[in-house]
């Protein structure tokens, strides 16, 4: 698992790099305005809608494809696969019909404070991204076959092709076709989706014409998903009611949550979703063995790696949240004001970023033992706390009290899961987790305030930002790996024994 998520890492940061190029280049021609706003929604509506139809993909089609394959062979698996997809491809049309009749109405409910323009430029934008659903569809079915198989680097990849189309959308768009951008939403996705095409291919999968609604594994893909279409529906309401309340706070404030949302998502795509991706193959394995023991050693080191890389982003961004945005993002359309109120909103994201991650690694134990009911209810808690907050925060704080209602109910709905997944496969290592989480937090606290002083020094004297930032995150990487090198945590040193033995056996070959 180690050396999967470490190559799924590295990819997922250069996927990571272009999505931020691509808002980097939307914020330059668009700033925080009402076009951005539109931009925005208009990708996330096809998201929301399908999210949960993905959702349920992801969850249940690993554990029961494997299942099938262990019991029946492939070519049943290959048939099971056939069947799902072309029953997908029949209920994404339906939905994209709907969709684009009623593409007025869904815009309202998403943002509820757009008016003529930015209202009319939304819809618009809208009906071209509600097309692309038939692909993002297949698109989730290709990823988990092509994970059973081995093949985590493509899935990893299909951010390339996505935003490279983007990016030319909005650099053409910008000439005064906003329509462009609405074609460049659609190339997007049918990128993503011929690009996973070829890779199943080569895994010599085979497409059969079946639609069979009474097979009994697409009844029980169903029966398990279920539960977690309501989980995942529980999460589009909150981002329902995060960009209604921001649209009717400020114009661009939409945006200003967006920017800032992706800055943490960046990180938690990179090694929450990496951990979680090369995990959740392997504890359903694990799991259909009843291998409990392996399953949760597996558990704790995917939560111990994760702590080592999401804690000292989290201090690393509220110390440098300013810099950071204003290095990114403070150019062209891209005003001052802008700037403050995404640093601001991205320190309150950064405070959750640990416990969303926590919530999804450990949501997957559930998945895997076949349990959709319980994160289901988990969620539930979770949006109720999420809107409640959302209502009372942002009267005080704006857009800050949007962000700090999603990290709260984040640590909320992580501390649930860790209660009832403890209940149901017995103590998984809570106190050793604990232990090296305090370490880990130490460490970081250290590199905050070395960060800290050593940005303010360096602006004294330098004049370049982007290298004060640099020199900043550079001294912050070299004094957190120093100090949690003598933490003695078992992952760490474990990690510094497997590289010394790749050094020591790459210098011998190259003696030899």
Same mark, same amino acid.
């Given at each position: ?168 959308? +909005? ?111 392997? +504890? ?18 995917? +939560? ?92 005080? !704080? ?75 995150? @550079? ?27 790749? !050094? ?6 190259? @003696?030899?």
């Amino acid at each position: 698992m180690k050396k999967t998520a470490f190559l799924l890492i590295a990819i997922t940061i250069l996927s990571k790099i272009i999505g931020l190029g691509r808002d980097v280049v939307l914020s330059y021609f668009y700033g925080a305005s009402g076009t951005t706003d539109a931009f925005l929604i208009s990708l996330t509506i096809p998201t929301v809608i399908f999210a949960f139809i993905g959702k349920a993909i992801s969850t249940g089609y690993i554990p029961l494809y494997s299942r099938i394959e262990k019991d029946s062979g492939v070519e049943e698996a290959n048939d099971f696969t056939s069947n799902l997809i072309n029953m997908l491809s029949i209920l994404s049309i339906l939905l994209t019909g709907l969709g684009f009749v009623f593409a007025e109405q869904i815009v309202k409910i998403f943002a509820s404070g757009f008016e003529s323009e930015t209202l009319f430029l939304a819809v618009m934008l809208t009906r071209y991204s509600l097309v692309g659903i038939l692909f993002l569809a297949l698109v989730h079915v290709f990823n988990g076959f092509l994970q059973l198989k081995g093949n985590f680097a493509a899935p990893a990849l299909i951010g390339l092709p996505m935003n490279a189309c983007l990016i030319l959308a +909005i650099i053409f768009s910008s000439r005064g076709n906003l329509e462009l951008l609405g074609i460049g939403i659609l190339l997007s996705t049918l990128m993503q989706f011929v690009f996973l095409l070829y890779f199943m291919m080569k895994k010599n999968y085979r497409y059969r014409p079946i639609v069979d609604i009474k097979d009994p594994n697409i009844r029980q893909m169903v029966y398990l998903a279920i539960p977690v279409i309501l989980g995942v529906a529980v999460n589009d309401i909150n981002q329902i009611v995060d960009r209604t309340l921001a649209s009717q706070i400020a114009e661009g404030g939409i945006s200003a949550l967006s920017y800032a949302n992706r800055l943490s998502s960046f990180v938690r795509s990179i090694v929450v979703t990496s951990i979680a991706t090369a995990m959740y193959p392997l +504890i359903t394995n694990l799991a259909r063995d009843e291998r409990i023991g392996e399953l949760k050693n597996t558990l704790r080191q995917a +939560i111990t790696g994760m702590n080592l890389l999401v804690v000292p982003a989290t201090v690393g961004f509220i110390v440098l949240a300013y810099p950071i945005i204003n290095l990114l993002y403070g150019r062209g359309a891209f005003d001052n004001n802008a700037v403050l109120a995404t640093a601001d909103v991205l320190i309150y994201y950064s405070i959750g970023m640990l416990g969303i991650g926590m919530r999804e690694v450990l949501s997957r134990p559930f998945y895997a033992l076949q349990d959709t009911k319980t994160p289901m209810i988990n969620a539930a808690i979770g949006m109720g706390t999420n809107i409640t907050l959302n209502f009372i925060l942002s009267y005080y !704080l704006g857009l800050n009290g949007l962000a700090l209602a999603t990290s709260i109910s984040a640590w909320l709905t992580a501390f649930l899961m860790f209660i009832d997944l403890r209940k149901k496969i017995g103590a998984f290592g809570a106190k050793n987790i604990t232990w090296s989480l305090l370490k880990v937090l130490t460490s970081s606290l250290v590199m905050g305030m070395v960060v800290y002083h050593s940005y303010a020094r360096l602006s004294s004297v330098i004049n370049s930002q982007s290298v004060v930032l640099l020199l900043g995150i @550079s001294i912050g990487v070299l004094v957190y790996f120093a100090v949690i090198s003598l933490m003695k945590i078992d992952e760490v040193d474990g990690l510094w024994k497997s590289l010394k033995r790749k !050094l020591i056996g790459n210098h011998t070959s190259s @003696s030899d």
